[in-house]
């Protein structure tokens, strides 16, 4: 992968026109691709897993009064966090693959600056990478379309308890605004049997008060916005890994093998 292979051309074109080799077989895509999917699979992973501890405690706390009632949401953010530690290997493990893919294809466009042969198996593994990005890609967008859900809910949950604290300074009756509520299991958070399953009026405001919320808030927020991160280093990767198949493949019809 290294374009300058022998001592001797180094010595002879000087330091300064190596360097220059050197960094122009960087795939500098992939490595920024790369660089973009860490930074948003560590705000995925790290901001999603202690959102997910907080929801539960907000749930518990404010929405649940029998155990029962949130055992199944509970099951599931356990689990869920578990799949995240799962991801974040994953990613680190694919990012690198698709880093070494980039210099493999980089190093086989070269080919003024070293021996390096574009053979019909390195054509098939950059084909396997673009199909396997693909479909991350896809399924990766739905991830990013799940994620938006809590935001939505306490987006609104937020923009209630503003309408409710209005209607508070404006009204002088407690009832004017009593009638207004946010109910959890309409999102899915908690089964239709559950009770209470909502709050209504200053009960919640004030839970719009509390520190778990805005934290809670916060960090949906930030996982929403790795999960966009991620999604948009595996299309520049999808990208990236195309373009270098192409290169090969026509590299492969010129007899460049």
């Known amino acids: 992968m290294f374009p300058v292979r022998q001592p001797w051309l180094c010595k002879a074109l000087g330091c300064y026109d190596c360097c220059v080799r050197c960094i122009g077989a960087v795939p500098y895509p992939s490595l920024v691709a790369t660089l973009l999917v860490y930074a948003g699979m560590a705000l995925f992973c790290g901001c999603g897993h202690e959102a997910l501890s907080q929801t539960e405690v907000l749930v518990e706390t404010y929405f649940a009064r029998n155990v029962q009632d949130y055992m199944v949401m509970a099951s599931f953010i356990k689990y869920f966090q578990y799949v995240i530690y799962g991801l974040a290997s994953f990613f680190f493990l694919y990012g690198i693959l698709l880093l070494a893919e980039g210099f493999y294809a980089t190093s086989a466009v070269k080919q003024t600056f070293g021996e390096f042969r574009s053979t019909q198996c390195g054509r098939c593994l950059s084909l396997t ?3 396997v990005t693909y479909i991350l890609a896809f399924i990766w967008l739905a991830v990013f379309a799940f994620t938006a859900i809590p935001v939505f809910f306490l987006f609104n949950m937020e923009q209630t308890c503003h309408d409710i604290n209005i209607l508070a300074e404006t009204t002088p009756s407690i009832n004017q605004h009593g009638w207004i509520c946010m109910d959890a299991r309409q999102f899915g958070l908690l089964p239709w049997n559950a009770m209470p ?22 960090l949906y927020i930030a996982a929403f916005a790795g999960a966009g991160i991620t999604l948009l280093a595996l299309f520049l990767y999808l990208v990236a890994t195309t373009y270098n198949y192409a290169v090969l493949r026509f590299l492969g019809r010129k007899g460049i093998r």
């Open 129 to 131: 990478f673009i199909i």
């Open 197 to 218: 399953g909502k709050s209504c009026g200053m009960t919640l405001a004030s839970i719009c008060k509390t520190s778990e919320f805005y934290v809670t808030y916060d």
